[in-house]
């Protein structure tokens, strides 16, 4: 820890601190202007993702999905190019390895969670046998510091965990002097709290990173700064005036949600309450205010624009502005249409693109109806409707131009004077 110390206070004119409520966190020994770079990281070990609405394969460096070739050996690695490939290949030579033996039937279990903790056994295999290099903000001492909650966690998810470190297990096939499950489920918990989403510059998860150093940061809910990727690089900038001597601290949920809902979700993944200037205002009229507009719903006169909380005597919920109330079966059967809506918009989604966007639509005219003008739902149906309209009018422009094309060719070979 002394080496990170004085390589983050060389380098980076930060320090790292403990704090008796928080744990670990860095400090800044200097100013820092908006916009600035405080600390980027290149990850420890980093997988892309496989989710269900992104089937498509990524490369395993950069995280493309275009012109990519399946590792002959292993069949379950992907790279873009030779670059990406030759990049990863002091890994992935020993990844092949163990991927290769397993048994086609298992390939399935795969996920990403799992390939994550046998790249991390595996780089600190390469790092004890120097064959990649070890510097202090680079090495697996890091990881063994980073918390893990063990002792707050259910015993299902134990369970669970203690299930997926049987399999890394037996993926690694290493001696048990080298490897034990208890360890391993341990990582897989620190994975949970320590782990971060890289996403691309329109915030699209492409991969699960870990970054020991930049895991140092604390949560608030008014962060003075942002993690961002660019690649598989994280960078932490500031994102106001930081004076020296300053706590970094980033979001590690989505902010614009209500106390409750920010609060719940810390809880449930980092095992924290959150004290940050916007939670201690649980409570208070501001903080109901801005709840019940973000998530909550819109007055039944369409020209009101006042927020509504629940009605005392339980009928449904009153506007604050002009006093009318709602009542919740009203409520209710909008929220149920809106719920029928979505599910089978995302149906959609996959494959008939009009029939999405007809859909979901439907949804931003049923919720118009039920939230508020300003309700987090309604911005979120909104954003899918406008890559929807963006996806069709690409794909309209293309048709376009191939036509066009199509065009200017047969008009050619019309005018062209013939030989005879
Ligand atoms: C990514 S780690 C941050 C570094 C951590 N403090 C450490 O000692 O390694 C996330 C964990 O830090 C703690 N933490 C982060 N932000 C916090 C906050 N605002 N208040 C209290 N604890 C916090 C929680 O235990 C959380 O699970």
């Not at 980076?12 to 928080?22: A, E, F, G, Q």
Request: charged letters at 25%; aromatic letters at 8%.
């Amino acid at each position: 820890m002394e080496e990170l110390q004085k390589a983050l206070n060389d380098g980076r004119s930060l320090t790292v601190s403990t704090l008796p409520d928080k744990g670990r966190c860095l400090f800044t020994s200097r100013h820092f202007s908006p916009g600035e770079v405080i600390i980027s990281q290149e990850p420890y070990v980093a997988v892309p993702n496989k989710n269900s609405n992104d089937s498509s394969s990524r490369c395993e460096w950069c995280f493309s999905t275009r012109n990519l070739k399946k590792c002959s050996a292993c069949q379950v690695v992907w790279y873009c190019g030779s670059t990406c490939q030759k990049t990863d290949w002091k890994l992935h030579r020993l990844e092949c390895k163990v991927l290769s033996k397993v048994e086609k039937g298992r390939i399935k279990s795969l996920t990403p969670s799992i390939r994550l903790m046998v790249k991390l056994y595996l780089r600190r295999k390469l790092q004890v046998e120097q064959v990649i290099a070890m510097t202090s903000t680079d090495n697996y001492g890091l990881v063994e510091a980073l918390v893990s909650h063990m002792s707050e966690i259910d015993e299902n998810q134990l369970v669970l965990y203690a299930q997926m470190a049987n399999l890394v297990s037996l993926i690694l096939q290493w001696p048990e002097a080298e490897i034990n499950i208890k360890d391993i489920a341990v990582n897989f918990s620190k994975l949970a709290c320590n782990a971060h989403t890289i996403c691309d510059a329109e915030l699209r998860p492409l991969a699960t990173g870990l970054y020991p150093v930049i895991s140092l940061i604390n949560h608030s809910c008014l962060p003075n700064s942002v993690l961002v990727f660019e690649g598989r690089l994280a960078v932490v900038r500031a994102v106001e005036h930081i004076p020296k001597g300053t706590e970094v601290l980033i979001s590690y949920i989505e902010t614009a949600a209500s106390t409750m809902t920010r609060q719940k979700a810390l809880k449930e993944q980092y095992f924290f309450t959150c004290t940050c200037p916007r939670c201690i205002k649980a409570g208070q009229y501001d903080d109901i205010k801005e709840s019940a507009i973000l998530e909550g719903y819109c007055c039944k006169d369409n020209s009101c624009s006042g927020f509504l909380l629940r009605d005392p005597e339980k009928r449904g919920f009153v506007c604050q502005e002009c006093g009318l109330l709602r009542e919740k079966e009203e409520i209710k059967d909008i929220e149920w249409e809106v719920k029928y809506l979505i599910e089978k918009a995302s149906m959609c989604s996959s494959g008939n693109k009009i029939d999405a966007s007809l859909t979901y639509k439907a949804v931003e005219k049923q919720q118009l109806e039920l939230c508020h003008p300003f309700s987090i739902n309604l911005m979120r149906t909104r954003e899918t409707l406008l890559k929807e309209y963006i996806r069709a009018y690409i794909l309209w422009l293309v048709c376009n131009i191939i036509l066009v094309e199509n065009l200017n060719g047969f008009l050619e070979r019309l005018m062209k004077p013939s030989s005879h």
